[in-house]
């Protein structure tokens, strides 16, 4: 659970041509609490670009860069692109 959460942007060309996408980000989380080697894997480079992006933004506990080995990238972070609204919280 980040202490910071990420905030990816909708990238508009994709918005406007209805495309939407699922993306796993995976990161190692360095000794600040700050994720280093961020790679996603989206179906489309621009949803990537995008967590990428916003993963820079993030800020993890800095106790897991010494609970998860370095370079394994075994923290994950996943991100939805939708065009549907989110239900409402009731």
């Given at each position: 659970?980040?202490?910071?959460?990420?905030?990816?942007?909708?990238?508009?060309?994709?918005?406007?041509?209805?495309?939407?996408?699922?993306?796993?980000?995976?990161?190692?989380?360095?000794?600040?609490?700050?994720?280093?080697?961020?790679?996603?894997?989206?179906?489309?480079?621009?949803?990537?670009?995008?967590?990428?992006?916003?993963?820079?933004?993030?800020?993890f506990d800095p106790a897991l860069s010494k609970a998860l080995p370095q370079g394994a990238q075994c923290a994950g972070f996943n991100f939805e692109y939708s065009l549907?609204?989110?239900?409402?919280?009731?």
């Amino acid at each position: 659970m980040p202490l910071v959460f990420p905030h990816p942007y909708y990238p508009e060309p994709e918005a406007q041509n209805g495309y939407e996408d699922r993306c796993t980000v995976r990161f190692d989380v360095g000794a600040a609490g700050t994720p280093e080697n961020v790679t996603a894997r989206c179906t489309y480079k621009a949803f990537a670009d995008s967590a990428e992006a916003a993963m820079q933004d993030a800020r993890f506990d800095p106790a897991l860069s010494k609970a998860l080995p370095q370079g394994a990238q075994c923290a994950g972070f996943n991100f939805e692109y939708s065009l549907e609204p989110l239900p409402e919280a009731s």
